[in-house]
Nanobody, 121 residues
Framework: QVQLVESGGGLVQPGGSLRLSCVATGRIFIINAMGWYRQAPGKQRELVASITSDGTTTYADSVKGRFTISRDNAKKSVVLQMNSLKPEDTDVYYC???????????????WGQGTQVTVSS
């Protein structure tokens, strides 16, 4: 059973910073892309940032220049450093990973439980 365990959400003032971490546990053969998504009530979940196993990154236009995604393949972890936070960044943030459980398996997407980020004065 694969689990993605997130940490690091919370309340921060506008202009502040937060660091979200996610670790994948379980019987994992290999992880391809890892990323962070966010979702507000009544809205679709949207990509914030993603990173492939070779380090290629993708960012939503709204967070470019403010957020940085990184990963440690050996630790099966991904980090989202969020700087210059704005009230509109307030959402529940979800970790995602594309995982193979064995050499013969296909990649399957897994989600974390979500962590709340609130940007408010």
């Amino acid at each position: 059973q694969v689990q993605l365990v997130e940490s690091g959400g919370g309340l921060v003032q506008p202009g502040g910073s937060l660091r979200l971490s996610c670790v994948a546990t379980g019987r994992i053969f290999i992880i391809n892309a890892m990323g962070w998504y966010r979702q507000a009530p009544g809205k679709q979940r949207e990509l914030v940032a993603s990173i492939t196993s070779d380090g290629t990154t993708t960012y939503a236009d709204s967070v470019k220049g403010r957020f940085t995604i990184s990963r440690d393949n050996a630790k099966k972890s991904v980090v989202l450093q969020m700087n210059s936070l704005k009230p509109e960044d307030t959402d529940v943030y979800y970790c995602h990973a594309d995982v193979k459980l064995s050499y013969w398996d296909t990649y399957k997407g897994y989600w974390g439980q979500g962590t709340q980020v609130t940007v408010s004065s």
